[in-house]
Nanobody
Framework: QVQLVESGGGLVQAGGSLRLSCAAS????????MGWFRQAPGKEREFVAT????????YYVDSVKGRFTISRDNAKNTVYLQMNSLKPEDTAVYYC????????????????WGQGTQVTVSS
């Protein structure tokens, strides 16, 4: 069992930056691929970024490439999402998720989810 707790959300002006953190419980964190998803008002939840258990490979949705960076610190059981050059369309609830299998963009393949953290970008 893995419990995930996100933090770091908030209100920021367009062009600003935020860093989200996701702290995981459990001793097997380093064996999980981790992902970030987001859900904007009135929209379905969408994939944002994912990282392999080792941290050596990362993947992003096209709309955030070059602006967002996913990383992890297995010693701290934490995964991060550095978000730069934020846009109003990035406004959403951001969720982290853990996957016991291979890294994936598919939401249904994630086994554990956090409760989400709100990110609001004003224009």
């Amino acid at each position: 069992q893995v419990q995930l707790v996100e933090s770091g959300g908030g209100l920021v002006q367009a062009g600003g930056s935020l860093r989200l953190s996701c702290a995981a419980s459990g001793r097997t964190f380093s064996s999980y691929a981790m992902g970030w998803f987001r859900q904007a008002p009135g929209k379905e939840r969408e994939f944002v970024a994912t990282i392999t258990w080792s941290g050596l490979s990362t993947y992003y949705v096209d709309s955030v490439k070059g602006r967002f960076t996913i990383s992890r610190d297995n010693a701290k059981n934490t995964v991060y999402l550095q978000m730069n050059s934020l846009k109003p369309e990035d406004t959403a609830v951001y969720y982290c998720a853990a996957n016991r299998g291979i890294v994936t963009r598919i939401e249904s393949e994630y086994d554990y989810w956090g409760q989400g953290t709100q990110v609001t970008v004003s224009s």
